[in-house]
C-alpha cells in the first residue's frame, strides 16, 4: 500500500498556494510526497515487467516529470504541476513508442495506456494497418475487458471517468471509405486508452496487481500501435 492521501494532500495545497514563497517553506512536504511518488512508481515497473519485459531496464527517473512548470509560453504563470505523472515508455518519455501512464491529482487520479498525438504518416501508416488486420485489431479493442474499461471512440469525451481516443476526426480521413466497419477507429487523432481511479486506488492491498489488470488490457492494442510507429522511430 501507499500513502497517496499524504501525495494529494501536498497537491491540494499547491493547487491554493502555487507561489514559490509558499512552495519554499514546505519544502520538506514536497521531498516527502516526491519520495512516496516514486516509490509507488519504482515498483510499478517492478510490476509492469512481469507482463511488459521491454521496459525492464527503465528506472524510476526514466519516467517522471519535473514539478516546476515551463510557463515561457502560458498564460498561466503558476510555478508548479498541480499534480504527479509517471510515463513508462520503453523508448523513453520523448518517444512516440506508446505506454503507461499514472496520474496523481486530487479528484482525477488516471490510468492512460497509449499513443499520443502521432504525425500525420504514422496515422495513415496505422489506419492502413488496421484495415489490413481487421480480425487481430477487433481482437485488441473490441474484446469485453476492453470495451468495459475503455469503450468505443466518440463514446467518451476526454473529461470523461473512461475512454478511448481524446480526438477524432470530424469525417473519414482522406482516401479511406466513409462507411467502413472500422471508420470510427480510422478517424482516430490518437490512440490512448485511459480511465479514472479514485484517489485511494494505491491505499489498498493488491492495487499493483489491479493496475497491471487494467495495463494488461489494453496493451495488445498498444503493441499493435507500437508495431507500425517503431518503423519510423
Known amino acids: 500500500m501507499y500513502n497517496t492521501p499524504l501525495i494529494l494532500d501536498f497537491l491540494g495545497q499547491v493547487a491554493r498556494n502555487n ?3 509558499w512552495f519554499n517553506e514546505h519544502k520538506p512536504f514536497y521531498l516527502e510526497a516526491k519520495a512516496e511518488f516514486e516509490r509507488l512508481v519504482g515498483d510499478t515497473l517492478l510490476r509492469l515487467a512481469q507482463i511488459d519485459p521491454t521496459i525492464a531496464h527503465l528506472k524510476v527517473s526514466d519516467t517522471t516529470y519535473r514539478f516546476y512548470r515551463d510557463t515561457r509560453f502560458s498564460p ?10 509517471a510515463y513508462i515508455s520503453a523508448h523513453g518519455k520523448k518517444a512516440l513508442h506508446g505506454g503507461y501512464y499514472i496520474h496523481l491529482e486530487p479528484g482525477h ?16 501508416a496505422t489506419r492502413n494497418e488496421i484495415m489490413a488486420n481487421r480480425e487481430r485489431w477487433n481482437e485488441c479493442v473490441r474484446n469485453p475487458r476492453f470495451l468495459q474499461l475503455f469503450g468505443i ?3 467518451h469525451q476526454p ?3 473512461r475512454g478511448f481516443g481524446l480526438a477524432l476526426l470530424k469525417t473519414a480521413p482522406a482516401g479511406f471509405p466513409r462507411e467502413d466497419e472500422h471508420i470510427q ?9 485511459w480511465t479514472v481511479i479514485d ?7 493488491g492495487c499493483l496487481d489491479r493496475l497491471a489488470d487494467i495495463f494488461a488490457t489494453a496493451k495488445p492494442m498498444m503493441d499493435f500501435m507500437n508495431a507500425v510507429i517503431d518503423d519510423y522511430e
Open 199 to 205: 484517489d485511494d486506488f494505491f491505499t489498498h492491498d
Open 153 to 155: 471512440p466518440g463514446e
Open 76 to 85: 498561466d504563470k503558476s510555478p508548479y504541476k498541480r499534480h504527479l505523472g
Open 159 to 161: 473529461e470523461d471517468e
Open 109 to 124: 487520479c488516471m490510468l492512460a495506456t497509449g499513443n499520443y498525438w502521432l504525425p500525420t504518416n504514422i496515422l495513415t
Open 19 to 21: 507561489n514559490r514563497t
Open 185 to 193: 477507429y480510422l478517424r482516430m487523432k490518437d490512440y490512448c486508452a
